[in-house]
């Protein structure tokens, strides 16, 4: 069973920086799509970066381009997400997850394998 544990979340003004961090177990991330997505309350799950293993394309909702960066450490099977300029509208839980499509199309709709973690709580607000 794929399992995720997410961490690096936490309360931060506007403006701030986070980076949060994914590990997996059961899996070789290298082998994977990666990706974070965020859910805000009472709304879906929101691809936030896709990062393919195949040819190291990424993608990023317009949101959030200039502002996050995507990377992955493989000898520690962990993928980051550096947030920065962080806003008000970021506030959401934040999860990682994988796939086997582009990174295009895991984070545009939404298709991951496995069930979302406990994910990690991001919160911006002065």
């Known amino acids: 069973q794929l399992q995720f544990v997410e961490s690096g979340g936490g309360l931060v003004q506007p403006g701030g920086s986070?980076?949060?961090s994914c590990v997996a177990s059961e899996l070789t991330l290298d082998d994977y799509t990666i990706g974070w997505f965020r859910q805000a309350p009472g709304k879906d799950h929101e691809g936030v970066s896709c990062l393919s293993?195949?040819?190291?394309?990424?993608?990023?909702?317009?949101?959030?381009?200039?502002?996050?960066?995507?990377?992955?450490?493989?000898?520690?099977?962990?993928?980051?997400?550096?947030?920065?300029?962080?806003?008000?509208?970021?506030t959401a839980v934040y999860y990682c997850a994988t796939g086997l499509i582009s990174a295009h199309a895991m984070c545009v709709q939404t298709l991951t394998l496995g069930s979302w973690g406990q994910g990690t709580q991001v919160t911006v607000s002065s």
Do not use: C, H, W
């Open 18 to 20: 986070l980076r949060l």
């Open 53 to 90: 293993s195949s040819d190291g394309i990424t993608y990023y909702v317009d949101s959030v381009k200039g502002r996050f960066t995507i990377s992955r450490d493989n000898a520690k099977n962990t993928v980051y997400l550096q947030m920065n300029s962080l806003k008000p509208e970021d």
